[in-house]
Antibody
C-alpha cells in the first residue's frame, strides 16, 4: 500500500524559507506515470494547489506562488521536497503531499495523500 | 487565471439524491475531479476524469461534466456522506480547485 508522509518544522518565522519533505513508501517515486504534488489548506478554508513534480525533474507550479516556490525530487531517498520563501502569516496552513497519474496524455486525480502537516507562520 | 465556483453549502435528506455543481468557463472541455474531505482528514478522490470512480468508492457517487458545469451526484445519500466536497480541474498542466461545498445530510 502506497503511503506518503510529510515532514518538516511546524513553526516558521515571517520572511524565512519553509522547507518540507514528503517520503514515499510502498512504491517508487521513479514511476514514469506519476507526478507528485503539494497542496495546502489554511485552517477552516479550501484547498490550494502549490505545484507538482515528475521524477525526471519536470515541474508545474501555481502561477500565484511561482516566484516563491521550488519543488525538487530525490530519487535515492524516494522523496520530494518543497521550499517556500519569504513566508508570511498567509502561508499558515496544512500542507499535504499527494500522487497524481498522467496516463495516455491525460491527468487523473490525486489518489494518494499524506496525512498533512500544519505549518504556522508566527514571529 | 482559471476559476472554479461551487456553492458553499448543499443540503439533502437521507436516501435522496444530492447534486453538487462546479462551474467554470468551458469546464466541459477539461477533465474534472471530485474530492471528499471529512473534518481532520485528508481529502479522498471520489471521481476523476469527469465520471470515473477509483477503486473502493461506492457506486452511489457519480459525476458528469458538460458545457460550463461539472456535477457530483450522490444517489441514496447516507449520513456518512456528510462532508466537504471539492471539485478540481486541469488547466493545461496546472491544477485548480473549487472553493468547496459543505454537504449536510438532514
Amino acid at each position: 500500500q502506497l503511503q506518503l508522509q510529510e515532514s518538516g518544522p511546524g513553526l516558521a518565522t515571517p520572511s524565512e524559507t519553509l522547507s518540507l519533505s514528503c517520503t514515499v513508501s510502498g512504491g517508487s517515486i521513479s514511476s514514469s506515470s506519476y507526478y507528485w504534488g503539494w497542496i495546502r489548506q489554511p485552517p477552516g478554508k479550501g484547498l490550494e494547489w502549490i505545484g507538482s513534480i515528475h521524477y525526471s525533474g519536470t515541474t508545474y507550479y501555481n502561477p500565484s506562488l511561482k516566484s516563491r516556490i521550488a519543488i525538487f525530487v530525490d530519487t535515492s531517498k524516494n522523496r520530494f521536497s518543497l521550499r517556500l520563501s519569504a513566508v508570511t502569516a498567509a502561508d499558515t496552513a496544512f500542507y499535504y503531499c499527494a500522487r497524481v497519474a498522467y496516463i495516455r496524455s491525460s491527468w487523473t486525480g490525486f489518489d494518494y495523500w499524506g496525512q498533512g502537516t500544519l505549518v504556522t507562520v508566527s514571529p | 487565471s482559471y476559476d472554479l465556483t461551487q456553492p458553499p453549502s448543499v443540503s439533502v435528506s437521507p436516501g435522496q439524491t444530492a447534486s453538487i455543481p462546479c462551474s467554470g468557463d468551458k469546464l466541459g472541455d477539461k477533465y474534472a475531479c471530485w474530492y471528499q474531505q471529512k473534518p481532520g482528514q485528508s481529502p479522498v478522490l471520489v471521481i476523476y476524469q469527469d465520471n470515473k470512480r477509483p477503486s473502493g468508492i461506492p457506486e452511489r457517487f457519480s459525476g458528469s461534466n458538460s458545457g460550463n458545469t461539472a456535477t457530483l451526484t450522490i444517489s441514496g445519500t447516507q449520513a456518512m456522506d456528510e462532508s466537504d466536497y471539492y471539485c478540481q480541474a486541469w488547466d493545461s498542466s496546472t491544477v485548480v480547485f473549487g472553493g468547496g461545498t459543505k454537504l449536510t445530510v438532514l
